[in-house]
């Protein structure tokens, strides 16, 4: 008797229960601090674990009002969209010939960059200070923060986008160039276009690492420059009994990331299944 193969995604009730342990270690904090902004700081003494009763507004509204929540925010997005416009602009740049190009030396140089995804930021960290504050004194400014980060970003993004520009047909660049297109208006007006899953596919991850980043703007941002990590534990130091404040902060805080994310999932996956299959 052959036993046909189970499709993909219809695993047994094992599977299932694994899966939905890991959903809840994975959203269970995030569940409780959001429910705990909408609770007193004495409903969360008397019982941490309950549900809001009755339901706080105030901890949201007086951080939604607070001028500096919206000074930290401001100051993550423009370093989060800067880091992600140079790590996509210079990632696709450099998995272009990488990917179209045959020249020598070219898989020793990719394989660089595929090292470059074992090298943490934090063992840099210091180097990264004294070249940033010292050598090119950019010290408490975006661009100080943004450009290390998006120089970690460059090798995932060069790792994801290679195998995907490797599967676009070489017929369309020998059509365009028989049509007067230049290899420079090739990459610009065909290439781009074709590969923008994979590109907000990256822009992505760039992004949600760059808002969530915490030890290099720890070291070089101060004051008005810092950004919303910073935020929280300013917010935690100065507001340390009031519990429940500090959980909408946090909350708030981290809710760009996650509608980001969760806005461009299928985007995501489907880059992805992109550069998997190519």
Sequence with gaps: MIRRARPFGSGGPLVYLLALVAVIITLGPVVYGALGGFRSNEQLASDPSGLPDPWVFSNYTAVLTNETFWR???????????????????????????????????????????LGLLFPAAVAIIPLFILVSRNLHLANTWWGVALPQAAFALPITVVILRPFLMAIPRELEEAALIDGASRVGIF????VPLSMPALVTVGVLAFVASWNAYLLPLLLLQDDMRTLPLGVADYSSEHSSDTAGVLAFTTLAMIPALILFLAMQRRIVSGLQGAVKG
């Design 188 to 191: 610009w007006r065909l290439v």
């Design 72 to 114: 930290y925010a401001l100051n993550s997005t423009i370093v989060a969209l800067v880091t992600t416009v140079v790590a996509v602009l210079f990632g696709v740049m450099a998995a272009y010939p990488l990917a179209r190009y045959q020249f020598k030396g070219r898989e020793p140089l990719f394989m660089v960059f595929v």
